[in-house]
């Protein structure tokens, strides 16, 4: 079936439960970022490939909502389809998805979703703002015309051993017990994979770039149990789950038991990562507390054994990218290389090094006007363009290594820049220097560094419309909460521990998009007469290409601070390389002088 006769087959449901609208998100049980094939239903329903967005289908409307990320990509994609774009987060006047509801349906209108896939939190906001409407969780009509459906996934998952994760699964229950005991609560729920996973020091391949394995857990003061496929366990993992006293239980078997838990008990959870119908489980003579996964707030202080492998990562990554950038550039001279080669490349030459599993996300390679597209995927792009020697290119990858999870993007020139693209270039350096260079007093929230690095972009007038940094998970998710550079910081307080981006842009359509990211480490600095003041460690170590600077727009502070920073990506990865692209990466470190 074509986009058209699916909406159809779906609009053919609704009319048979007297639906009025239909909701399908970007979203499976465990509200995973990156979703299992099988859980890809609104891919399936609107042919829009993006991993973020909402689509509603009422009798005669159809919408697709997504973020700036996406603008570019989703007009493409739902050409010839029902489905219309609306932009998220924009002044351009359209309406919100539950606006659009609102506008569309009646009062005592029937609005339905599949309560597995709706997270608690929308579910609550929804309810709030949809009056009388009724809202129905036990529709899943997307699973009843997917005809050919992709099976769930069957991997079996693998141990993750203390000598990378710095602690076993004993200790992370005992600190898990101690933070509920003093939040007096009897068990705490886990929704999210890479909760679950952290927690029992496994990981998997049931989510394409994320390391982990479709479960749940539910944990009390004296019992632990996982819910999980059970061929996915292997000896290896089975003996430290029975030696932690972990009981296991079948993955579907979760709802049953969190409707047994007992009367006047208290259970803590995410509703960010509960879907509705498991929270619907839960007894109404129970009490709920909810906030942020206690298990996230765990895993977000990386220990000292985990610290030394991440940096470990990342100089294996830093080695995939010089190999990368010195084959790219070659290959720009000869107009043979095209950003879907690229992206193909840029995986082997991670998977050549020890230890790689599998990307951290889909590979954005943006060259010229396909930069400005900010999370382009050439992958799913019906003009790739082919890679020059000119102009700039965007490359924003990452990768998971037993060591950890990298992310880091360069933009590198291709050739002879204009006199825009070098301005932009020295712009978004400059705001990511003042980002990796910041230093900040104990209790500071991301808002704040958010705004410090925003500050010499908007100073000349420019702005991005992302968020400047995000958690990075050890093995996990890419993209990890709790602490986040934005103005939606939800006061998480930046400390010593947390690894996060720092990563501010610049896009301008149909010429070219600029960004510039790097991992840090939060550590402790100077305690002065003033209190204890925070820094960031630098954990990527890839060179900033110096060639489209604009010398004349940089202090004499951040030109020293990107020939430091260069000389010592030289120094962390010359004894790793040989031969041309030893060549490269020492004329990509070359100091550069302000002209006499």
């Not at 994609?77 to 351009?92: I, S």
């Not at 479960?215 to 000896?235: G, Y």
């Not at 790739?384 to 290594?401: E, F, K, M």
């Not at 301008?508 to 790097?518: P, W, Y």
């Amino acid at each position: 079936m074509n986009i058209q006769e699916r909406v159809e087959k779906l609009r053919e449901k609704m009319a048979a439960r007297d639906l009025d609208a239909y909701i399908v998100l970007t979203s499976d049980p465990h509200s995973s970022e990156y979703v299992p094939e099988y859980y890809k239903e609104r891919e399936f329903i609107t042919g829009f490939t993006g991993s973020a967005g909402t689509a509603v289908i009422t009798k005669n409307k159809a919408g697709l909502w997504t973020d700036s990320r996406y603008f570019l990509q989703a007009e493409e994609e739902l050409k010839g389809t029902p489905f219309k774009l609306y932009r998220m987060y924009t002044n351009d006047g359209d309406p919100t998805w539950q606006e659009f509801l609102l506008a569309e349906t009646s009062e005592f209108a029937k609005i339905g979703f599949d309560g597995f896939t709706m997270p608690t939190s929308i579910y609550r906001q929804l309810s709030q703002s949809m009056g009388n409407r009724l809202l129905v969780t036990d529709v899943d009509f997307i699973s009843e015309i997917w005809e050919n459906r992709p099976s769930l996934p069957k991997r079996p998952a693998f141990y993750y051993p203390v000598e990378h994760s710095g602690a076993s699964m004993e200790e992370k229950i005992k600190i898990l017990r101690f933070m509920m005991r003093e939040r007096e609560v009897d068990y705490t729920f886990l929704g999210s994979l890479d909760d679950v996973c952290y927690l029992f020091n496994i990981r998997g391949f049931d989510v394409e770039d994320t390391p982990v394995v479709l479960s749940f857990a539910l944990v009390s003061q004296d019992k632990v149990m996982v819910f999980i496929q059970p061929e996915k366990l292997s000896d290896e993992i089975r003996r430290p789950l029975d030696k932690a006293g972990v009981e296991i239980y079948a993955y579907d078997d979760i709802a049953n038991k969190l409707s047994a838990i007992p009367p006047q008990k208290t259970v803590y959870l995410d509703p960010n990562y509960t879907n509705i119908s498991l929270y619907q489980a839960i007894p109404d003579n129970v009490r709920i507390e909810k906030g942020i996964n206690l298990t996230t707030l765990m895993k977000a202080i990386k220990n000292e054994t985990e610290i030394d492998n991440i940096r470990q990562a990342f100089i294996k990554d830093g080695v995939a990218l010089m190999k990368f950038f010195n084959w790219v550039e070659t290959g720009a001279k000869t107009g043979s290389v095209s950003e879907r080669a690229a992206a193909k490349r840029l995986n082997e030459f991670r998977a050549e090094g020890e230890d790689f599993l599998m990307d951290s996300f889909p590979a954005i390679i943006g060259y010229d006007a396909n930069g400005a597209i900010v999370h382009y995927n050439p992958m799913h792009s019906d003009h790739p363009a082919t890679i020059q020697n000119r102009g700039l290119l965007l490359v924003d990858s990452g990768g998971q290594y037993l060591q950890g999870t990298t992310d880091i993007t360069r933009t590198y020139a291709m050739g002879e820049t204009t006199e825009e693209e070098k301005t932009d270039y020295t712009l978004v350096l400059k705001a990511h220097i003042a980002g990796m260079a910041a230093k900040f007093p104990e209790g500071t929230t991301g808002s704040y560094i958010h705004d410090v690095v925003r500050y010499p972009l908007n100073q000349a007038g420019k702005d991005f419309n992302h968020g400047t940094g995000h958690g990075v998970g050890m093995l996990l998710s890419c993209h990890e909460g709790p602490q986040t550079f934005s103005s939606k910081d939800r006061g998480v307080k930046i400390v010593p521990g947390m690894v996060t981006s720092v990563e501010p842009g610049l896009y301008v359509t149909g010429k070219h998009g600029i960004r510039t990211e790097s991992i840090t480490l939060c550590v402790e600095g100077e305690k002065t007469d003033f209190g204890t003041f925070y820094e960031f460690e630098s954990l990527t170590w890839v060179p900033i290409d110096t060639r489209p600077i604009d010398i004349d727009l940089l202090t004499d502070f951040e030109l020293d601070w990107v020939n430091a920073y260069n000389r010592t990506c030289y120094e962390k990865l010359a004894d790793h390389l040989d031969g041309e692209v030893l060549a490269y990466l020492k004329e990509r470190t070359r100091a550069i002088e302000r002209p006499q």
